[in-house]
């Protein structure tokens, strides 16, 4: 049963706190994408990997590191320099960057105490 | 610079068709016409794609003018899980971020 999954669902942040927000997918995708939504808005794109080893930024990279080590994985963490952290986090991926088809998976949810 | 645009929210009732217009009047010759939606608190479930054509999968038939300038997204029985919000946009080839507009909230009722 192939497809993408995002870990976990709900993920709270205390200040100054760094967390990583886990996507995997097997359905052997070479590009990788993160975006941000937030309440009644569109998306913005934070990361993306063409490639393993390779990942450029997208729109609102501050505050966010990913890395790409992996073609199944590409983990976002966002950093206690990423002051209003509180979204919802969405990971998709395309067979490859060409303008293909991106899925998505099921989203995190991260709040800040 | 919206490229696209979809009326606000459409009601259907369950077990009829949902039409889902969607103005694309400025698209170029390479710019695919993507659907997506998105339920409640769920990430977006990609829908359809076409270029000039009609195209039809298992979720949904979409529809295409001649001149391209506007699309309309069929779901042939509409049922109450596909409350959701439809998403219409305008894509070419290469990389590409997506970009959605406010969509249309569509409404099925029993």
């Known amino acids: 049963d192939g497809g993408i999954t995002q870990s976990p669902k709900y993920l709270f942040r205390k200040e100054g706190q760094n967390v990583t927000l886990s996507c995997e997918q097997n359905l052997n995708h070479d590009a990788m994408y993160w975006y941000r939504q937030d309440p009644g808005q569109g998306l913005r794109l934070i990361y993306y990997s063409q490639i393993v080893n390779d990942f450029q930024k997208g729109d609102i990279a501050e505050g966010y590191s990913v890395s790409r080590e992996k073609k199944e994985s590409f983990p976002l963490t966002v950093t206690s320099a990423q002051k209003n952290p509180t979204a919802f986090y969405l990971c998709?991926?395309?067979?490859?960057?060409?303008?293909?088809?991106?899925?998505f998976g099921p989203g995190t949810r991260l709040l800040v105490l | 610079d919206a490229k696209t645009t979809q009326p606000p929210s459409m009601d259907c009732a369950e077990g009829r068709a949902a039409n889902l217009p969607c103005n694309h009047s400025?698209?170029?010759?390479?710019?695919?016409v993507y659907w997506y939606r998105q339920i409640h608190s769920q990430g977006p479930q990609y829908i359809i794609h076409?270029?000039?054509n009609n195209e039809t999968n298992e979720m949904a038939s979409l529809i295409i003018t001649e001149d391209r300038k506007s699309s309309t997204l069929i779901l042939p029985h509409a049922t109450l899980r596909d409350t959701a919000v439809y998403y219409c946009i305008v894509m070419n080839t290469g990389f590409q971020k997506l970009v959605f507009g406010t969509g249309t909230r569509l409404l099925v009722s029993p």
């Open positions: 076409g270029l000039k």
């Open positions: 400025t698209i170029s010759g390479n710019e695919y």
């Open positions: 998709a991926s395309s067979i490859g960057s060409g303008g293909e088809t991106q899925y």
